[in-house]
């Protein structure tokens, strides 16, 4: 089973950027889709962007579409999210999850989760 963990959340200026990483260990990344979530306060989880195992494959909700990049260097056991012009909206909880089924963007289908960080962006 792998074990994921976050890093790289915080608080920034709306129009700001941030790269949030996924560190995974025991078990090589390459066996998994892997994914990023957010949770804001009284909302559900929402799809942020996947990608698959070889990095060639990606999906993006369409709140991020165009703003945010996912990808991953399985060398180094890592994935990335990196997040452009954030908005106030964005501000939640971000977790990485793992999953093998390849269903990308269905949170149910997800196996494996990170403890999450949090992103504020302050308008």
């Known amino acids: 089973q792998v074990q994921l963990v976050e890093s790289g959340g915080g608080l920034v200026q709306a129009g700001g950027s941030l790269r949030l990483s996924c560190a995974a260990s025991?078990?090589?990344?390459?066996?998994?889709?892997m994914g990023w979530f957010r949770q804001a306060p009284g909302k559900e989880r929402e799809f942020v962007a996947a990608i698959g195992r070889r990095g060639v494959t990606t999906y993006y909700g369409g709140s991020v579409k165009g703003r945010f990049t996912i990808s991953r260097e399985n060398a180094k056991n890592t994935v990335y999210l990196q997040m452009n012009s954030l908005k106030s909206e964005d501000t939640a909880v971000y977790y990485c999850a793992a999953e093998e089924k390849n269903r990308y963007t269905d949170p149910a289908e997800y196996d494996v989760w990170g403890q999450g960080t949090q992103v504020t962006v302050s308008s």
């Open positions: 025991g078990r090589i990344l390459s066996s998994y889709v």
